[in-house]
């Protein structure tokens, strides 16, 4: 009898298969192996839940379901979307000779290995004990990871990737997705290229791609993109990427154009519907906005991969149309979730946002001259975001509409957004927010330019040789608007000058001080609460699995271009 080593009996299982047949026969070898523990599950959308809430050594994963129209392709990409598999779990894919080309490719993304039908269990254990094999001779580098020592971790990779030792491909690949978290763009763009010469693994022409966007250079990033893709139309996280970059640019058109081929692509996936139904509602197009925001919610709301901003601008939409009944439901929704995630801050934050918006509808004008204007007043407080600025935008536009005023609004407005408005992506999906009320728009893109005006007059006195005025200079406006670009600004050119800056070590802690108070999470806007960038591995190994939805990531990051 096949075994694979002497602690399997203590593993656990879940195997996905539509087919009883096919299901009984994966779960009697799993037993035959020795593991005592093996759950079944005929459905992904079960099977994503269970994967939610436990934690298994082994998944097993037809690609295909006959009475569904999810695939096991994009099961894997929403669990690794919201890093909802750890390291260690080994995932297989099951399929059948006709399919091997696709899930072959798929592989080079996060699969651990495949099996074509029919097979026999001494060929399910050799997939298996090779795919644990790696995970053992990593263990020391997952680690590394799991503990936060990203720079340990990058020159565990380093050796086995110079070293040609045991999987020494995947460790070049973990080292370049270090490298980009860590902000090294050169070193991660030195890796890539160096594994796209070993193989042509679309995954490493898609990493030079995602090290442009992540350094800034997003024509470079759009080039490789396009002709990654046309390579490769089904290429799905290449779709991912180059909607992010088309975001990125403000060309809001292009990112909803393309963020629909990826939803064409995996039309189950929960993460793409959501990409494309709030693409929809900034892009402005409210009709359709709604049907994909509604959708999103029906078929996501239970899941852990569902993001709940998907129900603040389904609620923002109705609101549009005097849509009381479905206002409410927006409400219930919250009520649900809260009850599930009760000490959620950010679900706590988006609910009353719904909150205000049902009683606008309702004219409760006491609650919301109350609550709103308190809303305002967090406007410079660290935890204050880009999602948060939106959504108060929206409802002071819908206030306006509705001739509910308080006297600090307009104000408000500005203040929003001189703090946020740092690049045209972010200043566009603000301005779509309040389109709507044109001048509360009209206020943001100018918020924009005025932004712009002090860096330059600023940057005036740097190129007048006085290099500590222009930095002094970009500070006082950085404190008093504690918008980012103006943060970076100061801090680079600092950098850059350190040898002809007297006061260099006063003015950077001053600098990283402002860094902290604007808030770790504006450092990019991001389309909901994404918790990776599209295309890269996931950085982590632990996965919450009671008591509350993932919060947004607070993890500081390096001061660098963006």
Not at 433 to 445: D, G, K, S
Request: with cysteine; hydrophobic share 45%.
């Amino acid at each position: 009898m096949a075994t694979i080593d002497d602690d399997i009996s203590k593993c656990t299982a879940l195997v996905v298969d539509g087919n009883p047949n096919s299901r009984a026969i994966l779960v009697a070898q799993m037993r035959d192996l020795g593991l005592q523990t093996v759950v079944q599950s005929t459905r992904t959308v079960d099977a994503r839940r269970k994967l939610e809430t436990q934690r298994f050594d082994f998944v097993l994963c037809e690609m295909h379901f006959a009475d569904e129209s999810a695939s096991g392709q994009e099961l894997l990409d929403d669990l690794r979307n919201s890093q909802l598999l750890p390291f260690q779990t080994v995932f297989i894919m099951i399929t059948s000779e006709a399919n091997y080309t696709k899930v072959a490719e798929a592989a080079e993304s996060a699969l651990d290995g495949y099996l074509l039908k029919p097979h026999k269990a001494s060929q399910l254990a050799e997939r298996l004990q090779v795919a644990r094999m790696r995970k053992l001779a990593l263990q020391h580098i997952f680690n590394a990871i799991d503990t936060q020592q990203f720079d340990r971790a990058s020159e565990l990779c380093a050796e086995r990737f110079a070293s040609r030792g045991l999987f020494w491909l995947y460790a070049g690949r973990l080292r370049a997705e270090l490298l980009l978290r860590l902000q090294r763009y050169d070193d991660a763009m030195a890796v890539y290229q160096a594994i796209a010469q070993e193989t042509p693994a679309p995954w490493a022409k898609l990493g030079i791609a995602r090290t442009h966007l992540e350094a800034g250079r997003l024509g470079q990033a759009t080039t490789a993109l396009e002709s990654l893709i046309k390579e490769d139309p089904n290429y799905v996280e290449a779709h991912d990427v180059l909607g992010r970059t088309h975001f990125e640019l403000g060309q809001f058109d292009k990112a909803l154009a393309t963020y629909k081929e990826a939803a064409a692509i995996t039309p189950s996936a929960i993460s793409r519907l959501q990409n494309v139904a709030m693409m929809t509602y900034y892009a402005g197009d409210q009709g359709e906005a709604r049907r994909l925001l509604d959708r999103a919610t029906r078929v996501g709301l239970e899941s852990k991969l569902f993001d709940p901003q998907t129900v603040v601008l389904l609620a923002l939409s109705r609101l549009g149309i005097e849509d009381r009944r479905g206002l409410q439901r927006c409400q219930d929704d919250f009520v649900r979730l809260l009850e599930k995630y009760p000490e959620n801050r950010r679900i706590r934050r988006l609910a009353s946002v719904v909150d205000m918006a049902l009683a606008l509808q309702r004219q409760d004008t006491a609650n919301v001259l109350e609550t709103v204007p308190t809303m305002a007043e967090d406007i410079t407080h660290i935890d204050f975001d880009y999602e948060s600025a939106g959504n108060l935008l929206a409802l002071l536009t819908h206030m306006r509409l509705r001739n509910v005023h308080f006297y600090e609004a307009e104000l408000a407005v500005k203040t929003l957004g001189m703090r946020f408005c740092s690049n045209r992506s972010v200043t566009e999906l603000l301005a779509a927010c309040a389109a709507a009320h044109v001048p509360y728009a009209r206020h943001i893109r100018n918020a924009q330019a005025a932004v712009l005006e002090l860096a330059e007059s600023a940057m005036a006195h740097s190129r007048a040789g006085n290099i500590s005025t222009a930095v002094q200079t970009l500070l006082v406006h950085a404190q008093s608007t504690l918008n980012v670009r103006l943060i970076d600004n100061a801090y680079q050119l600092l950098v850059r000058n350190s040898t002809k800056v007297n006061d260099f070590e006063l003015l950077k802690a001053k600098a990283l001080q402002l860094r902290t108070r604007a808030g770790a999470g504006n450092r990019r806007v991001l389309l909901g609460n994404q918790r990776r960038l599209p295309g890269g591995l996931m950085l982590r190994s632990t996965v919450r699995i009671t008591g509350s939805a993932p919060e947004p990531s607070t993890a500081p990051a390096p001061l660098g271009p963006r």
